[in-house]
T-cell receptor, first 115, second 114 residues
Framework: GAGVSQSPSNKVTEKGKDVELRCDPI?????LYWYRQSLGQGLEFLIY????????KSGLPSDRFSAERTGGSVSTLTIQRTQQEDSAVYLC?????????????FGPGTRLTVT | AQTVTQSQPEMSVQEAETVTLSCTYD???????LFWYKQPPSRQMILVIR??????QNATENRFSVNFQKAAKSFSLKISDSQLGDTAMYFC???????????FGAGTILRVKS
């Protein structure tokens, strides 16, 4: 079946603009994760959704970052007033359950460049 | 907080030879999971192998095996019979038993040479 998909693949935006990054998880997966991969910070957790529970937002770096997951499926990560330090690859992953024994399947990521 | 350290930024190996990637971690947890992920140039992270901390036996997956030393908090990955397709960035990662996020190391770039 289809894997995790993300769009766009690449996004170039001007400093100060808002951007939306989309993630389509594997059908039936209840858990969804966002990670950020940057040169300076490596791979870091951003946010976690599990079913209808309140998301774990503990990794979001500032209040300019937000995410939602509609209908328990598609998720959108929004960055407001982008800054150059937001340039990174944003990876989405999903798993059949939030339990650690279930493998996280990653998408190909969105490369965001803020000019 | 948990931390994961990969001390080898880059490694290279000849095709068909064996290479070992190092990983150490720090945690006060007793039960947890450890992972090795592969990220080829396509950016798609792929799970290579997983180890449950409560299991003493080292995990193996075909040409990939780990040396898990719980007391030393060490988790190295051995790749046998290296293939050109093994060229990628390899990440070591940690997750608490009831956690919901992976904590990654900085990664090791592995180049397999023909």
């Amino acid at each position: 079946g289809a894997g995790v998909s993300q769009s766009p693949s690449n996004k170039v935006t001007e400093k100060g603009k808002d951007v939306e990054l989309r993630c389509d998880p594997i059908s039936g997966h209840t858990a969804l994760y966002w990670y950020r991969q940057s040169l300076g910070q490596g791979l870091e957790f951003l946010i976690y959704f599990q079913g209808n529970s309140a998301p774990d937002k503990s990794g979001l770096p500032s209040d300019r970052f937000s995410a939602e997951r509609t209908g328990g499926s598609v998720s959108t990560l929004t960055i407001q007033r982008t800054q150059q330090e937001d340039s990174a690859v944003y990876l989405c992953a999903s798993s059949a359950s939030g339990r650690v024994s279930y493998e996280q399947y990653f998408g190909p990521g969105t490369r965001l460049t803020v000019t | 907080a948990q931390t994961v350290t990969q001390s080898q930024p880059e490694m290279s190996v000849q095709e068909a030879e064996t290479v070992t990637l190092s990983c150490t971690y720090d945690t006060s947890e007793n039960n947890y999971y450890l992972f090795w992920y592969k990220q080829p140039p396509s950016r798609q992270m792929i799970l290579v192998i997983r180890q449950e901390a409560y299991k003493q036996q080292n995990a193996t997956e075909n040409r990939f095996s780990v040396n898990f030393q719980k007391a030393a908090k060490s988790f190295s990955l051995k790749i046998s019979d290296s293939q050109l397709g093994d060229t990628a960035m390899y990440f070591c990662a940690f997750m608490k038993l009831y956690g919901n996020k992976l904590v990654f190391g900085a990664g090791t770039i592995l180049r397999v040479k023909s």
